[in-house]
């Protein structure tokens, strides 16, 4: 890590199609719904339960809050990898597996 | 009069649509820089009022502007600002942030405004008493920007803020990227940056490394402007999220156009005059409140005026980006939130009067006019945002 660099100014988690979202939310280990949440609260409760989770569990938010899309992968930081499915109608999952 | 409103419409449909595109949250700008130093969103802001602030100064010099906010200066910046910087983030919004998410469908930030409406009117039916009791007292100094009292001219003395915002930003950088060598964690960059010569003797790099921070610009500048290139369609790229550099630099050139047609970019006023507009519509004798008779309508009647429609076309340009992107929809809040929109709104309201100004007036509009009350607003607001902060986070802990 380098601090703060204009890299990641545009550091996006990776997306996902729709076949592999839900192939992903059937592996889930754990499934928050965040719907009607917005900052920091999905930010905060990723945090907690990505502490409790073992290493290779997948933590699934159901948001509805654009910004959380980038900020909640942001807040996990290191300790998961991050990526986003887009319904194109407002609603999003972001999965999170914990390394 | 109709070449204002046409110019309100575009203003603020295009601030809209800026803001929600690269969700340009000055909560998120402060909050997530202190939660888990995430700094994206703050370098946005800090772009966006940097070059606000050049061109407003070259606005200024050639005389096309139509006039500068500023208020008296003291300790209201402080206390006002605290109050304002608490309820935003309890909110989870700040004043532009609530009105471009008002207009994506969440429901939260229309809960979130209408008691903002609840603060701005407590607010003057108390004003008279805070008048002597609070304002008076506080207030240090008369309001002025350094544009009108610097000996050099506002260009010069702009691009010199500017050069020293860059040169800091750049030895920050540089600092954490030639300190960080070591194998230190990423969390220690920034506070051996704070702990200022002891860091620069031991590396030996003092001098380069503004040098290496300015290389990293130069070069994620570039990278930046390539990136416009590598669009092969302009349609999809349109509807992913846009970089917040590109919010940036909209928002600038929106800025200045109403710098040099109406005024100085401002949110919370127009909606303290939006409510005494609509309290006026259902009966309540707005004028006689000496609030908004004489101070936000400045004794011209209670009418509609261009910043207001400006603020409003905000919430239409949000929905026309959001509808745009696929990410409309009605949001419903849980009813666990309901305080954080009620609190946090009321104080969002009561607290932009008492300062005066919210962040986009202070942090925003009144730092790139290099207003004296701002800069003490400013301290106020980000304070108010680090303390609540710190509680939020309470249990998961903060980076700073």
Request: charged residues 15%; glycine residues 16%.
């Given at each position: 890590m380098t601090g703060p660099s204009l890299d990641d100014f545009v550091e996006m988690p990776d997306e996902v199609d729709d076949e592999t979202a839900e192939q992903l939310a059937d592996q889930a280990t754990e499934t928050q719904d965040m719907t009607g949440e917005v900052c920091p609260y999905p930010q905060v409760e990723a945090k907690k339960a990505i502490q409790s989770l073992d290493s290779g569990d997948l933590l699934v938010q159901e948001t509805?809050?654009?910004?959380?899309?980038?900020?909640?992968?942001?807040?996990v930081g290191d300790d998961a990898d991050a990526r986003v499915w887009r319904s194109g109608s407002g609603l999003y999952r972001i999965f999170l597996r914990k390394r | 009069?109709?070449?204002?409103?046409?110019?309100?419409?575009?203003?603020?449909?295009?601030?809209?649509?800026?803001?929600?595109?690269?969700?340009?949250?000055?909560?998120?700008?402060?909050?997530?820089?202190?939660?888990?130093?995430?700094?994206?969103?703050?370098?946005?802001?800090?772009?966006?009022?940097?070059?606000?602030?050049?061109?407003?100064?070259?606005?200024?010099?050639?005389?096309?502007?139509?006039?500068?906010?500023?208020?008296?200066?003291?300790?209201?910046?402080?206390?006002?600002?605290?109050?304002?910087?608490?309820?935003?983030?309890?909110?989870?919004?700040?004043?532009?942030?609530?009105?471009?998410?008002?207009?994506?469908?969440?429901?939260?930030?229309?809960?979130?405004?209408?008691?903002?409406?609840?603060?701005?009117?407590?607010?003057?039916?108390?004003f008279p008493t805070l008048e002597s009791a609070y304002f008076e007292p506080f207030t240090v100094g008369e309001g002025v920007t350094l544009f009108e009292v610097s000996p050099v001219p506002a260009p010069v003395l702009a691009l010199g803020v500017a050069g020293l915002v860059l040169l800091t930003y750049a030895t920050l950088v540089g600092r954490?990227?030639?300190?960080?060598?070591?194998?230190?964690?990423?969390?220690?960059?920034?506070?051996?940056?704070?702990?200022?010569?002891?860091?620069?003797?031991?590396?030996?790099?003092?001098?380069?490394?503004?040098?290496?921070?300015?290389?990293?610009?130069?070069?994620?500048?570039?990278?930046?402007?390539?990136?416009?290139?590598?669009?092969?369609?302009?349609?999809?790229?349109?509807?992913?999220?846009?970089?917040?550099?590109?919010?940036?630099?909209?928002?600038?050139?929106?800025?200045?156009?109403?710098?040099?047609?109406?005024?100085?970019?401002?949110?919370?006023?127009?909606?303290?005059?939006?409510?005494?507009?609509?309290?006026?519509q259902v009966g309540v004798d707005v004028g006689g409140f000496e609030y908004w008779g004489s101070v936000l309508f400045q004794g011209q009647g209670v009418g509609l005026t261009v910043d207001m429609i400006m603020i409003a076309a905000v919430i239409l340009g949000a929905f026309v980006a959001?509808?745009?992107?696929?990410?409309?929809?009605?949001?419903?809040?849980?009813?666990?939130?309901?305080?954080?929109?009620?609190?946090?709104?009321?104080?969002?309201?009561?607290?932009?009067?008492?300062?005066?100004?919210?962040n986009i007036g202070n942090i925003y509009s009144g730092l790139a006019e290099l207003s004296v009350h701002s800069f003490i607003a400013t301290v106020g607001i980000v304070a108010g945002v680090y303390a609540m902060t710190h509680w939020i986070y309470r249990d998961v802990g903060c980076a700073i």
């Open positions: 509805d809050h654009v910004p959380s899309t980038e900020n909640v992968p942001r807040a | 009069m109709v070449s204002n409103v046409l110019t309100a419409l575009v203003v603020g449909v295009g601030l809209g649509v800026f803001l929600q595109k690269g969700r340009f949250c000055f909560v998120h700008a402060f909050r997530d820089f202190f939660a888990f130093k995430d700094s994206r969103v703050t370098k946005a802001v800090l772009v966006a009022t940097t070059l606000t602030m050049v061109f407003w100064s070259i606005a200024y010099a050639l005389g096309y502007y139509q006039g500068f906010w500023t208020p008296g200066w003291g300790l209201t910046g402080l206390v006002g600002g605290f109050i304002f910087g608490v309820g935003m983030t309890y909110a989870g919004g700040c004043a532009s942030g609530t009105l471009y998410r008002a207009g994506q469908g969440y429901l939260h930030f229309w809960l979130t405004l209408a008691f903002m409406g609840v603060g701005y009117a407590v607010f003057t039916v108390l954490s990227a030639t300190g960080g060598a070591g194998g230190a964690d990423d969390a220690t960059g920034d506070s051996t940056a704070v702990r200022a010569d002891g860091g620069r003797r031991t590396s030996g790099l003092g001098a380069s490394t503004p040098v290496v921070g300015l290389r990293q610009f130069v070069a994620g500048t570039r990278a930046y402007v390539r990136g416009f290139a590598e669009i092969d369609d302009w349609k999809a790229a349109s509807k992913r999220p846009w970089d917040p550099r590109t919010a940036a630099l909209g928002i600038t050139a929106l800025a200045v156009l109403w710098f040099t047609q109406v005024s100085i970019v401002g949110v919370t006023g127009p909606e303290a005059r939006w409510t005494g507009y609509l309290l006026q959001a509808v745009w992107s696929g990410d409309f929809s009605v949001r419903v809040p849980k009813r666990r939130r309901v305080p954080n929109a009620v609190v946090g709104g009321f104080m969002m309201g009561a607290g932009s009067r008492l300062a005066p100004g919210c």
